[in-house]
């Protein structure tokens, strides 16, 4: 996995002065990079029975939609406030660097299907603490979380304690 390490660009300062981000968009652009992290990140959930992906606003779309297609899968997102057409039901969260809240269509999930969360970072948990809420609260059951970058000293594993988190990069 070093080699997908290679890929990834760290930016110093960015979105403000103190953080170090993980940009991922040079992994996406080399096609051996994107199509081994999307192995990685799909292995342990083909032929799990997942029927849904919900991939977290911006680059979990771009994973969640191709793990999705790997394990035969529907997608679903998973968006920031104002940015779906129709009903949603929301959750709040903190960040490493100030809060936000998420959004989901109130139909998406069905009670009872299996999800699977999809993300690019799991920094301090809260993202994606927000989205295992939404997934519940509309009744489906949330077979794991796959994480493309694990950001270990920010702890966020604690957050999805009694959670089935996978993760193919750490730092």
Known sequence: MDALKTHIRHVPDFPKPGILFYDVTTLLKDAQGFRLAIDSLSQPYAGSGVSLVVGIESRGFILGSAVADRIGAGFVPVRKLGKLPAQTIRASYDLEYGSDS??????????????????????????????????????????????????????????????????????
């Open 102 to 171: 998420l959004e989901m269509h109130r139909d998406a999930i069905e009670p009872g299907q299996k999800v699977l969360i999809v993300d690019d970072l799991l920094a301090t948990g809260g993202t994606a603490r927000a989205t295992v809420n939404l997934v519940r609260q509309l009744g489906g059951d949330v077979v794991g979380l796959a994480f493309l970058i694990e950001l270990v000293e920010l702890h966020g594993r604690q957050k999805l304690e009694g959670e089935n988190v996978q993760v193919v990069l750490q730092y």
